[in-house]
């Protein structure tokens, strides 16, 4: 099998976590004799500096190009004044509207030996926290038209979603809970909200495709609430683009640190957008100290859906879970006691737990 991957960096410890996965993809595609073939460009920040553009048109031509997208963080402070024309950030949508990535596919797994970094007390999270977001990407408020009107004393935003937008990510939700624990819970405000309405009703005229997976309805103040009183009882977790946006932060917390989780965005193939959920952390970026499991997972992700190697990913996420039992710990996950293990170490160890 040969394979295209295009590998965007970005600014900030985006280089320095994606070389990581890039070392540990480089192993998987030693160990079944694949041939993985990377292609570096510019997004973000370091392309407005190199071209004007947060998305260059090179970088375009290498994603077209390629079978999936590795992507670190965009974003710091050179590029973080709101009265610039550019910004980072538009990098990254334009990425995700011009490939209609409308799944983001976030997993929030709580490893046992995290737990005493989670918030929560253990005995909340001693049953196993997987939970696995399914977020609706490319419509709803976040891309609705809005006005700022007169003169800034009124403004407004659209909740807007067709039938077909919400009919394609509640299959990705429904087949993603028919390979875990056979359960959906949809969120919305379908008591206040008609957009959120359609979005009950379409989800459920969906449900009756998958019968062998549960469906619960949930309001999302009330899910706010289940996800800090009782994570443990979630399996997929279906949300439209805002509400999915503050679920999924919320939930990262019990995680233990932004460092270590990862995210997919998917259209209607194969081809993925795959990157750490944390952003360019310009406090720690250049000291080689960021954890690189997020992005190491994400890696593993792409391993699963864009290239159809499950076996593969499973083997990266073993190792990373058996790095964390050894006790080895970057500094956002140390609680102190040991020397925090550098980005380099705590690679390294996880290609250790991966055949030779
Ligand atoms: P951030 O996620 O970059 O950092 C928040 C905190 O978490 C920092 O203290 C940071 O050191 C720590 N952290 C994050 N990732 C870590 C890792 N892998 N290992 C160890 N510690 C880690 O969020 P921020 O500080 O709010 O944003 C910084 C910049 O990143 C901003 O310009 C923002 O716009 C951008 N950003 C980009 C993305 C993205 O590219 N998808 C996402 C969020 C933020």
Redesign the pocket.
Known sequence: MSVRIAVLP?????PE?VAAAQRVLQRIADIGGYTFVFEEALL??CAIDATGSPLPDRTLGVCEDSDAIL???????R??DPSLPVR??QG?LGLRQHFTLFANLRPVKVFPALIPHAPLRPELLADGVDILFVRELTGGIYFGERREQGSGDSAYDTLYYTVAEVERVAHVAFKAAQQRRRKVTSVDKANVLAAMRLWRRTVHNVARDYPDVELEDVLVDACTMHLMRRPASFDVILADNMFGDILSDESATLAG????LPSASLGEGTFGLY??????????AGKG???????ILSAAMLLRYSLGLAEEASLIEQAVETVLESGLR???INLGGQKAAS?AEMTDAILAQLPA
Not at 71 to 77: E, N, R, S, T
Not at 257 to 260: A, D, N
């Open positions: 970005g600014d900030g410890i985006g976590v973000g920040g992507l670190g963080a965009v974003g710091g402070p590029w973080s980072p950030e990254l640190s932004l460092g270590m990157e750490p959920i944390h952003g360019s952390a310009p406090d720690i100290i960021a954890n690189p499991i997020g992005t970057t500094a956002d980005t």
